[in-house]
């Protein structure tokens, strides 16, 4: 009889660590506004790569300098930041990339990562690990590369292997589809082969310069709606509904943004932004950046919200949707459509539970006084003050 697989047995621990830990960050998020959710940082805009639709990269930037880069988490743990985000350009080119994570996990942060894969070698992989790593993202934009990009699943199926053999933090592969992808079809190619190797995927949707929509063909649309259509942790279909299907329709979202206070991303030069594509607003140094600032940009209207397709601002969005406005917040996430109209919400039995244990009725009884024991107990066990 063949005893329990070692490798396997120290994933399984880790993975309930970090799923306790994720638990924390959403609990937390829902008790109080007043800090950031997530952070975007960017400890290297140079990559090795030149994606003719990114410009989020340049070719000649020197990596920040890693005592910078500690000090920055530091700031960002004293605004109360659950999870940090690492991307570039190509972070892996960072020669103290290990010691960041490292850091960010030792202020009690979730510690993320955005690449494109092409660094990743079984010893890297071995080396996120022992730093702590939590999650990494891997993009890959087409089966065969071309002139739009060198992203290509010919190219980046050994790293994925590699990834399935080694690692030991969540991964997830990121497909896109728009106006410069070459054949859309790859976009499904790409998430059959994630789920096939046991990884989650999910589609993006290329926007231009600003981070709007640039509005997806009939043929794109139906690739997305097969994307969208695999199996899915229910957090990532809730995205999908709430804001990606109007945008495949080239319809607009209504939301309210939080970039700024709940979604920070914070560039090579240390000034905070809204995102990627609002680089220059507010462009406040972090050293100065406080709570006055955070609930200021909580309250911001911004303009560009309507065709937004950055993934990450609307996920935290969707937080705060939720702690304000619950039960709305769960018609727009499970719609149910009678006549073209959204009428109730169709939960998950998972969904329905943990409403009737922490949402309190619409009128006042027993249940208000249960579902305020459990909302104690539960912010009790995760260590939520």
């Not at 910078?68 to 960072?94: C, D, F, N, W, Y």
């Not at 980046?156 to 070459?182: H, P």
């Not at 609307?314 to 499970?334: H, I």
């Amino acid at each position: 009889m063949s005893g329990l697989n070692p490798i396997r047995l120290k994933r399984r621990i880790l993975t309930f660590d970090r799923r306790i830990r994720e638990a924390r960050m959403v609990a937390k998020a829902l008790k109080s506004r007043h800090h950031p959710i997530l952070a975007h940082v960017i400890p290297m805009r140079r990559c090795n790569l030149s994606c003719t639709y990114c410009n989020e990269y340049d070719d000649f930037s020197k990596p920040v300098p890693a005592a910078l880069m500690k000090h920055r988490i530091e700031l960002l743990g004293a605004l109360g930041t659950s999870t940090v985000t690492l991307s570039g350009g190509e972070p892996l080119l960072h020669p103290q990339l290990d010691e960041i994570i490292h850091c960010i996990r030792g202020q009690g942060m979730l510690a993320d990562l955005i690449t494109n894969g092409y660094l990743l070698t079984p010893e890297r992989i071995l080396k996120l690990n022992h730093a702590g790593l939590d999650h990494l993202q891997i993009s890959i934009d087409n089966v065969l590369p071309d002139e739009v990009s060198k992203k290509s699943l010919r190219v980046l199926d050994r790293k994925l292997q590699w990834l399935a053999e080694y690692a030991e933090f969540d991964v997830n592969v990121n497909s896109v589809l728009g106006s410069t992808i070459r054949n859309p079809d790859d976009a499904l190619t790409i998430a059959c082969r994630a789920r096939e190797i046991g990884f989650q995927s999910t589609v993006g949707l290329i926007h231009d310069g600003s981070g709007q929509l640039r509005q997806l063909d009939e043929h794109q649309r139906t690739i997305f709606r097969a994307i969208s259509n695999l199996p899915t942790p229910f957090y990532n279909s809730v995205l999908y509904r709430r804001f990606y299907e109007n945008l495949a329709q080239g319809r607009p979202n209504d939301w309210h943004c939080r970039a700024g206070s709940r979604y920070l991303y914070i560039c090579e030069d240390g000034l905070v932004h809204y995102c990627s594509q609002q680089r220059g607003y507010p462009g406040i140094p972090l050293e100065e950046y406080t709570r006055v600032n955070l609930d200021h940009e909580y309250h911001t209207v911004k303009s560009c919200a309507p065709y937004c397709t950055i993934p990450c601002v609307q996920r935290v969005a969707m937080v705060d949707e939720f702690r304000e406005r619950p039960r709305e917040a769960l018609v727009r996430f499970f719609p149910v459509y009678e006549r073209g109209e959204k009428t109730s919400s169709d939960l998950p039995t998972a969904i329905r539970l943990l409403t009737w244990l922490f949402l309190p009725p619409n009128q006042h009884n027993w249940r208000h006084r249960l579902t305020g024991i459990f909302t104690r107990a539960a912010l009790l066990c995760l260590r939520i003050k």
